[in-house]
């Protein structure tokens, strides 16, 4: 009875400390930044994207920054019209040649965007 007792005690400090710990811990967050879309932007009209790395970057919603948000549903826009996933494979590239036109602005305003002086907070 006593062998009982105590790996029913060991057992549950173990269940009560793993429920404890799960629910002291936050969500982990992925926090997409300007120079990640540029990134995938380049890797984009270089060929050298996956289609899986498209959709990870720009399938998932910026809540952070509502320009880089416009930025993304743009590119989402140019994937959905302009988009031929199916020539990745095949050493091809992820959009026509209007979609990389498309995308090569979208990528030059984000830069330009980038480039202008941020404006310093007085104290």
Request: proline share 5%; aromatic share 6%; net charge neutral.
């Amino acid at each position: 009875m006593l062998l009982f007792l105590l790996v029913f005690a060991v057992c549950l400090t173990i269940l009560v400390g793993t429920v404890a710990m799960l629910m002291l811990s936050r969500t982990p967050r992925y926090r997409t930044e300007p120079e990640h879309l540029l990134t995938l932007f380049d890797k984009t009209l270089d060929k050298r994207v996956s289609v899986a790395e498209w959709h990870t970057l720009v399938d998932y919603p910026i809540r952070h920054d509502a320009y880089l948000e416009s930025i993304r549903r743009r590119a989402q826009h140019v994937m959905e019209e302009h988009g031929r996933p199916w020539q990745v494979v095949q050493g091809g590239c992820l959009l026509s040649r209007a979609g990389r036109d498309e995308l090569e602005a979208i990528r030059d305003h984000l830069r330009a965007r980038l480039a202008l002086p941020k404006p310093e907070l007085e104290a």
